[in-house]
């Protein structure tokens, strides 16, 4: 009897540890955009994004590879400013993540559900819902990113012009 009391407790315990972990969903499921629902930086107050703080961040992972990062707040008036922070490539395998050629992390992203993730990034938690937004808000936005991007020539010419270099 006691035998069996304990193997019945160790199987409860292995079914309560998988049901614990992050359900198995297919890292394809990142494709698309995210908006910030919340983050929270260690030993801070956790601040939640939207509509009540005028404030949030949106990522867009495209299919093969493409990452686009930008802030979207609402300003005192009422206007929605986009501030572009980053556009080049991702990846994302076995729950291994990297932006922008940086070293992969394992926890950056955790599945919650299907549209909801969880991560760690340099001491902030972070929570993401994934969402369904036109397409030309979409495309607005990542090509915001992508001009971020100061072309070299450009680059070259405000050092001459504007900094005499």
């Not at 867009?60 to 300003?75: D, N, Q, R, S, V």
Request: positive net charge; contains cysteine.
């Amino acid at each position: 009897m006691k035998k069996m009391f304990f193997t019945m407790t160790m199987a409860l315990m292995c079914a309560t540890q998988l049901t614990a972990q992050s359900p198995k969903i297919a890292d394809s499921e990142l494709v698309g955009v995210w908006l910030m629902e919340s983050m929270q930086w260690e030993g801070e107050k956790k601040v939640l994004c939207g509509k009540e703080t005028g404030y949030t961040q949106f990522k867009y992972y495209g299919p093969k590879g493409e990452y686009a990062c930008a802030g979207i707040a609402l300003t005192k008036d009422g206007k929605c400013v986009v501030m572009p922070q980053e556009y080049g490539t991702y990846t994302f395998k076995d729950g291994w993540y990297s932006e922008m050629g940086r070293p992969a992390i394992k926890d950056a992203i955790v599945w919650v559900d299907k549209t909801t993730t969880k991560g760690t990034w340099q001491k902030r938690h972070d929570i993401w819902k994934k969402r369904a937004l036109p397409d030309r808000l979409v495309n607005y936005i990542v090509d915001c990113c992508k001009t971020k991007e100061t072309p070299a020539d450009i680059q070259q010419m405000i050092r001459k012009e504007m900094f005499r270099e």
